[in-house]
């Protein structure tokens, strides 16, 4: 069993920077790739991007590429997302996942989640 707790959310005008963390319960933190989804409001939920066991191998979304960055300190069991250059098209609801598949980027490959975190960014 991995818990999951997002925090780090916030209101930011346009152009601003967060990072989100993501702190995980349990030993097998290390085991499990993990990710970050987003889901805005009448929206599915969607892939913004994931980072392998070791934090070697990192993928985004094409929405976010060059502006956001995931990263994981396994000594800390947490999974962080760094946001800059936001836009208004980035706020949703954040929610940090894991897996046991680097592939996966539907939510149904999915383990364990967070509870999620809001985001909001004005314009």
């Known amino acids: 069993q991995v818990q999951l707790v997002e925090s780090g959310g916030g209101l930011v005008q346009a152009g601003g920077s967060l990072r989100l963390s993501c702190a995980a319960s349990g030993r097998t933190f290390s085991s499990y790739n993990m990710a970050w989804f987003r889901q805005a409001p009448g929206k599915e939920r969607e892939f913004v991007a994931v980072?392998?066991?070791?934090?070697?191998?990192?993928y985004y979304a094409d929405s976010v590429k060059g502006r956001f960055t995931i990263s994981r300190d396994n000594a800390k069991n947490t999974v962080y997302l760094q946001m800059n250059t936001l836009k208004p098209e980035d706020t949703a609801v954040y929610y940090c996942?894991?897996?046991?598949?680097?592939?996966?980027?539907?939510?149904?490959?999915?383990?364990?989640w967070g509870q999620g975190t809001q985001v909001t960014v004005s314009s």
């Open positions: 980072i392998s066991l070791g934090g070697d191998r990192t």
């Open positions: 996942a894991a897996t046991l598949f680097i592939a996966a980027r539907s939510p149904k490959n999915y383990d364990y």
